[in-house]
Every structure is written in structure tokens, then in C-alpha cells.
């Protein structure tokens, strides 16, 4: 079992930036692959951005590619989020999340963190 943490998260402008941190505890954390989730009031949890156990590979969602990017550094036993060019519409509350297999690009995962709000103005 894995225990995520989420920090990182706050109000900040559109076209700002923020980056998201997950630190994990637990087994050991270069077993999972790694992903973002956010949630935003009123809808169902969406599935943002993943990444392998070595790194190798990343995955996104179509509206946050190109500004937004996951990274892990497993010295750390942290993932990363960070997000450019913020949109009223990235608010949400983003969900870090670890799982051993499967697909990536989906809300089911195993291990789930307690989240961080983010809420970006116009």
C-alpha cells in the first residue's frame, strides 16, 4: 500500500502558473505509475495526466496538453504536475493517484491522496 500527499495547490489568475506536488509513503513508490485527477464542482472526476513507473512515458488529457506536465522523481518518491497557462476551467480539486497496472488514461486507480484545490480567476 501506498500514502499519497498532495501540496501545491492555491487561487491564482488565468495565465498563471502552479505546480503540484504528490509525495508518497509506503511501498515501494517506483512501482506505480503515477496519475492526476481533478474534480470540479458539479462533475464527475476526469482523468488529467499520467506517467509511467520509469518515467518513460507521459500521458494527457486533450485539454491540457501542451500546458501542462507530469514528472516524477523516484529519489523523492514525488510526482509533479505542473500547470501553465491556467484556465478558469482548470478549477478543480486535483487528486493524485497511484496504481500497478492497467490503463492509465482512466479514474480508476488504487491509491488515492486527499487532494488540493486549485481555483483559478478571470
Known amino acids: 500500500q501506498v500514502q499519497l500527499v498532495e501540496s501545491g495547490g492555491g487561487l491564482v489568475q488565468a495565465g498563471d502558473s502552479l505546480r503540484l506536488s504528490c509525495a508518497a509513503s509506503g511501498r515501494t513508490f517506483s512501482g506505480y505509475a503515477m496519475g492526476w485527477l481533478r474534480q470540479a464542482p458539479g462533475k464527475e472526476r476526469e482523468f488529467v495526466a499520467a506517467?509511467?513507473?520509469?518515467?518513460?512515458?507521459?500521458y494527457y488529457t486533450d485539454s491540457v496538453k501542451g500546458r501542462f506536465t507530469i514528472s516524477r522523481d523516484n529519489g523523492k518518491n514525488t510526482v509533479y504536475l505542473q500547470m501553465n497557462g491556467l484556465k478558469p476551467e482548470d478549477t478543480a480539486v486535483y487528486y493524485c493517484a497511484a496504481k500497478t497496472r492497467g490503463n492509465l488514461r482512466t479514474t480508476a486507480y488504487d491509491y488515492w491522496g486527499q487532494g488540493t484545490q486549485v481555483t483559478v480567476s478571470s
Open positions: 506517467i509511467t513507473w520509469s518515467g518513460g512515458s507521459t
